[in-house]
Nanobody, 121 residues
Framework: QVQPVESGGGSVQAGGSLKLSCVVS????????MGWYRQAPGKEGTERELVSRVRSDGITTYADSVKGRFTISQDNGKNSLYLQMNSLKTEDTAVYYC????????????WGRGTQVTVSS
């Protein structure tokens, strides 16, 4: 079972920065990308919002709300994914989840347990 493990969350004032990390110790199949999702407070039970992802072909995408502020990066050799978050806003407050998204021979999404990011004004 693929199990992403997130770290790097915390509390920061608006305008500050945080860097999230995600490590997957298990083998990741070909055809899998990785991404960051978030779920804001009060929205539990609703679909998680895609923040950014790196597809299996290397193409990256960002939600409009984070473009120009967040940067996703990946270290394939170590199955690691990062999210550098700058110019944080109070509306970025959420639990951030790392996901391994497979759409090849294996079709599945593997979720981490999440890391809390709190941005105060």
């Amino acid at each position: 079972q693929v199990q992403p493990v997130e770290s790097g969350g915390g509390s920061v004032q608006a305008g500050g920065s945080l860097k999230l990390s995600c490590v997957v110790s298990e083998y990741i199949f070909k055809g899998c990308g990785m991404g960051w999702y978030r779920q804001a407070p009060g929205k539990e039970g609703t679909e998680r919002e895609l923040v950014s992802r790196v597809r299996s072909d290397g193409i990256t995408t960002y939600a409009d709300s984070v473009k120009g502020r967040f940067t996703i990066s990946q270290d394939n050799g170590k199955n690691s994914l990062y999210l550098q978050m700058n110019s944080l806003k109070t509306e970025d407050t959420a639990v951030y989840y790392c996901a391994v998204e497979c759409d090849g021979v294996v079709k599945a999404t593997y979720w981490g347990r999440g890391t809390q990011v709190t941005v105060s004004s």
